[in-house]
């Protein structure tokens, strides 16, 4: 299975050494840097698999997990409910069930913002099937930091765009979700990010290549500022477009030998597995969840 790895920024890029042993990501990271640390370095190196999406990087002095597929060589989802309408509510049931499918899981990643009943809050498409109506309403927190976005698949293209323009162009994804903010739009950072900002949280996000090929999902192990990680997407990763997935305690991901770990569930799922063969894991029930208030909804992060 060959995945095409992308060359990203080579001069501020290193690869970063891999999960030591048993210990879950969030020990790992911790022990890592305090070695950094203590020795004085600026960056750090190591292997990485050829055959794994994902790999630790380093840029602009920060830590990410960053993960690069071919959209042509994989297939890209998402994911929310089981066959019998639950949430998936972790990566690892998530896992347990595209194997069960007979299908490798490559990577996933928490797919966007969710309410109490881990449903999506915002446009959301499985299978063709739309299950949640875009959300358009202001308000408060990330979310409603305006403009929000929504990541697509679309005959096998990739793809994020401001949600009011997707709507214009009336768009028939085979998969969709809905979040915010956007991060970058149309090259540009998302207006009210402040390059002077001191709130730093753990975020994750997802950006595409301008030809919708070449997909990029990016995970912070160590708190950022939203405006640094823009800038990871568009200069490192140099995506046009790009769209940040949920911060705090959510963000989580696993491929074939990196991860970050939490304790928090997940709502919708970023998918990328092996071309199947086989008949997709999870088929959901097309009726309309229950909605309530979004658990973002009481904070804004500038």
């Known amino acids: ?18 999960s030591i042993g048993p210990l879950n990501a ?8 305090g070695l950094v640390g203590a020795l004085g370095l600026t960056s750090l190196s190591g292997p990485a698999l050829a055959d794994d999406p994902c790999a630790r990087r380093a ?3 920060l ?17 929310w409910r089981r066959e019998d309408g639950r949430p998936f509510g972790t990566l690892g049931a998530l896992r347990a069930s595209i194997a069960k499918a007979g299908q490798t899981l490559l990577l996933a990643t928490n797919g966007g913002m969710y309410d109490q009943d881990l449903a999506p809050v915002g446009y959301y498409v499985e299978d063709r099937q739309r299950l949640k109506q875009a959300n358009t309403r202001r308000g408060f927190g990330n979310f409603h930091m305006l403009p929000n976005g929504v990541f697509f698949i679309e005959r096998g293209r990739a793809g994020v765009m401001e949600t009011r323009a997707f709507l214009r162009r009336n768009r028939r994804p085979d998969f969709a979700t809905q979040s915010g903010p956007m991060l970058v739009i149309n090259r540009r950072l998302h207006p009210r ?8 949280k753990f975020r994750n996000g997802v950006g595409v290549s301008a030809n919708g090929r070449r ?18 997407f568009r200069d490192g990763l140099k995506t046009p477009n790009a769209l940040f997935l949920d911060g705090g305690s959510v963000p989580q991901l696993r491929s074939q030998t990196v991860s970050r770990a939490s304790f928090a569930p997940v709502g919708p799922i970023v998918v990328v597995t092996t071309k199947p063969n086989q008949p997709r894991a999870g088929q959901p029930q097309a009726d309309e969840p229950k909605t309530a208030q979004p658990k973002e909804a009481a904070k804004t992060d500038q």
């Open 1 to 18: 299975m060959a995945i095409d790895r992308a060359v990203i920024g080579a001069d501020r890029f290193r690869t970063v050494s891999r």
């Open 26 to 33: 969030r020990w790992s990271t911790r022990l890592i840097a």
């Open 59 to 61: 840029y602009a002095g």
């Open 63 to 79: 830590r990410y997990i960053v993960c690069s597929v071919d959209t042509r060589s994989v297939a890209v989802s998402v994911r």
């Open 193 to 200: 990010f402040n390059p002077k900002s001191t709130s730093r």
């Open 215 to 232: 997909l990029f999902i990016a995970i912070s192990e160590e708190p950022v500022t939203f405006h640094a990680f823009a800038v990871l």
